[in-house]
């Protein structure tokens, strides 16, 4: 691998992983995102190509078939998400380091198959109410699509100690300058 770093960053759904992921975004120019494909429909702001790439089952098992993703999970029962290889070559190819937003599994994957060049973080909350509550307010699943995130929630808030660093976001601005702070020191900024 070139110089290019991987940062992932594994949550429960709902602790706040997007929302750290994208503004890292915003204040690193020399960061990009890595685009995951899934077979989740699509929510109303979500830009394909750019939030992920929305594909059918079909395709995205095709794509299994042909082995094109450095990692892949049915994160939920039936919906598929994935990190595709060309994804990371297409940064790669940039220069830039890689940010990543993937469930615990796939995150630990990643940092399996990248070793020193990547930093697993791992976004916890104090308690799974809070989860239950950002995800109400969130309103983007049905309730029972809730349910089953919060079921699966729960079992994540145990892989914690398999992370390289945690970053607890019950406050948002200190999560962001936690954050901020490990990118700094882990791409040698600081
Ligand atoms: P994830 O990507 O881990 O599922 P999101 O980033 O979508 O989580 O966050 C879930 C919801 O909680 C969003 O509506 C977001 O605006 C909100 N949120 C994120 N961090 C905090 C925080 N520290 N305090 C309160 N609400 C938050
Ligand atoms: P959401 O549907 O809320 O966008 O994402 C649901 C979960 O899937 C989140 O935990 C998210 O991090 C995870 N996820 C998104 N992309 C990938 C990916 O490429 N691989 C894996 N393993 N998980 C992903």
């Given at each position: 691998m070139n110089n290019t770093k991987l940062i992932i960053f594994s949550a429960p759904s709902g602790a706040g992983k997007t929302t750290i992921v994208r503004h890292l975004l915003?204040?690193?120019?020399?960061?990009?995102?890595?685009?995951?494909?899934?077979?989740?429909p699509r929510r109303d702001y979500e830009v394909e190509g750019k939030d992920y790439y929305f594909l059918t089952?079909?395709?995205f098992e095709q794509k299994i078939e042909n082995k094109e993703f450095a990692e892949y999970e049915q994160v939920?029962?039936?919906?598929?998400y994935?990190?595709?290889?060309?994804e990371i070559e297409r940064v790669r190819a940039?220069?830039?380091?890689l940010i990543?937003?993937?469930?615990?599994e796939g995150g630990l994957r990643l940092k399996k198959r990248y070793k020193e060049d990547s930093l697993a973080i791992f976004v916890k909350v104090s308690s799974v109410e809070v989860l239950k509550e950002r995800l109400e307010k969130r309103n983007t699943e049905s309730e029972a699509k809730r349910a089953e995130r919060i079921a699966k929630a729960v079992k994540e808030l145990l892989y914690e100690k398999l992370f390289d660093v945690v970053v607890e976001n019950d406050k948002l601005e200190d999560a962001l300058a936690k954050a901020q702070k490990l990118y700094d020191e882990f791409t040698g900024k600081k």
């Open positions: 915003e204040t690193n120019p020399d960061l990009t995102f890595s685009v995951s494909a899934t077979t989740r089952k079909e395709d939920y029962q039936g919906t598929y994935g990190t595709l290889k060309s940039e220069g830039k380091n990543f937003d993937v469930d615990v």
